[in-house]
């Protein structure tokens, strides 16, 4: 089973950027669909993005589409999301997730069925 851990979250002012790192260990993650989730305090954990094995699969919920790009690098072995122009609604604490089976486009869940899942790093937007 593959090990996943969060890196890149901090504090920063809106309209900034910030590029969180999952690094996995254990397991190639290009053999893994990864998922980013977020959690605020009081609110569900939402998928935020997803990356497939298959070209093309992935997914964006609809508000951080045009802002943040999930993206692999193999040789680090290691899924990244680039997000700018971060505003407020953004703080939250970031999970990746990693799962063999899941099929990016299609996934509406909340994390929990996947298989793999990190500990977290918190993004804080505020001025």
């Known amino acids: 089973q593959v090990q996943l851990v969060e890196s890149g979250g901090g504090l920063v002012q809106p309209g900034d950027s910030l590029t969180l790192s999952c690094e996995a260990s254990?397991?190639?993650?290009?053999?893994?669909?990864v998922a980013w989730f977020r959690q605020a305090p009081g609110k569900q954990r939402e998928a935020v993005s997803c990356i497939g094995t298959s070209a093309g699969d992935t997914y964006y919920a609809d508000s951080v589409k045009g802002r943040f790009t999930v993206y692999r690098d193999n040789a680090k072995n290691t899924v990244n999301l680039q997000m700018n122009r971060l505003n407020p609604e953004d703080t939250a604490t970031y999970y990746c997730?990693?799962?063999?089976?899941?099929?990016?486009?299609?996934?509406?869940?909340?994390?929990?069925?996947?298989?793999?899942r990190g500990q977290g790093t918190q993004v804080t937007v505020s001025s």
């Open positions: 254990g397991a190639g993650l290009d053999w893994y669909a």
């Open positions: 997730a990693a799962d063999a089976d899941i099929y990016c486009s299609d996934y509406r869940g909340n994390g929990d069925d996947f298989a793999s």
